[in-house]
């Protein structure tokens, strides 16, 4: 990343069970778990370090969180929590888009995690062109993936082809 540039990432929830119980209480299955944990090693290995989260407030992409941030080692990070919200779980892209824009200004790096189809359409419309795009962001954001935007700006001016792709990672 270049200086003054922000980090957003953005996220597609593990693997959750099926469909026997109302959606928003779906936990995740136990290959759900091990992606998580497998992605918060990466994100480990990787030196990513966030200072703000927006996470769909569903019960799968909370312990996705859990799982990704006590892997990842970040759940001793002081000065912040991470924001679930009720909003995010019924966002299309431009709504997860307009929510994504009130980050406070002071946060540099930021974990969005939602729900497809709406991660991976915001990720497709966040995207410059600037870089190759993996085949998996277009074609299937698949469960448990993150991908990695550089963006130079205020939170608040936060708009469609306005971020540069600088990392893609998807488990197995």
Same mark, same amino acid.
């Given at each position: 990343?270049?200086?003054?540039?922000?980090?957003?990432?953005?996220?597609?929830?593990?693997?959750?069970?099926?469909?026997?119980?109302?959606?928003?209480?779906? $936990?995740?299955?136990?290959?759900? %778990?091990?992606?998580?944990?497998?992605?918060?090693?990466?994100?480990?290995?990787?030196?990513? %370090?966030?200072?703000?989260?927006?996470?769909?407030?569903?019960?799968?992409?909370?312990?996705?969180?859990?799982?990704?941030?006590?892997?990842?080692?970040?759940?001793?990070?002081?000065?912040?929590?991470?924001?679930?919200?009720?909003?995010?779980?019924?966002?299309?892209?431009?709504?997860?888009?307009?929510?994504?824009?009130?980050?406070? $200004?002071?946060?540099?790096?930021?974990? %969005?995690?939602?729900?497809?189809?709406?991660?991976?359409?915001?990720?497709?419309?966040?995207?410059?062109?600037?870089?190759?795009?993996?085949?998996?962001?277009?074609?299937?954001?698949?469960?448990?993936? %993150?991908?990695?935007?550089?963006?130079?700006?205020?939170?608040?001016?936060?708009?469609?082809?306005?971020?540069?792709?600088?990392?893609?990672?998807?488990?197995?």
């Amino acid at each position: 990343m270049r200086d003054g540039e922000r980090l957003l990432a953005v996220m597609r929830h593990a693997k959750a069970e099926g469909f026997d119980r109302p959606d928003n209480e779906r $936990e995740l299955a136990s290959r759900g %778990v091990d992606d998580a944990r497998a992605t918060g090693r990466w994100c480990a290995s990787e030196g990513l %370090v966030p200072d703000g989260a927006l996470i769909s407030a569903a019960e799968r992409t909370r312990e996705t969180w859990r799982e990704l941030s006590g892997a990842a080692q970040w759940s001793s990070a002081p000065g912040w929590e991470p924001h679930f919200s009720q909003a995010l779980y019924t966002a299309g892209p431009e709504t997860a888009l307009d929510l994504i824009r009130e980050t406070p $200004e002071q946060t540099q790096a930021l974990w %969005v995690i939602g729900h497809n189809p709406t991660m991976s359409f915001l990720a497709a419309i966040l995207d410059d062109g600037s870089q190759d795009t993996p085949k998996q962001l277009t074609t299937g954001f698949p469960t448990c993936a %993150v991908a990695l935007f550089a963006f130079a700006g205020s939170w608040a001016d936060l708009a469609q082809g306005s971020c540069r792709l600088v990392g893609f990672h998807a488990p197995g």
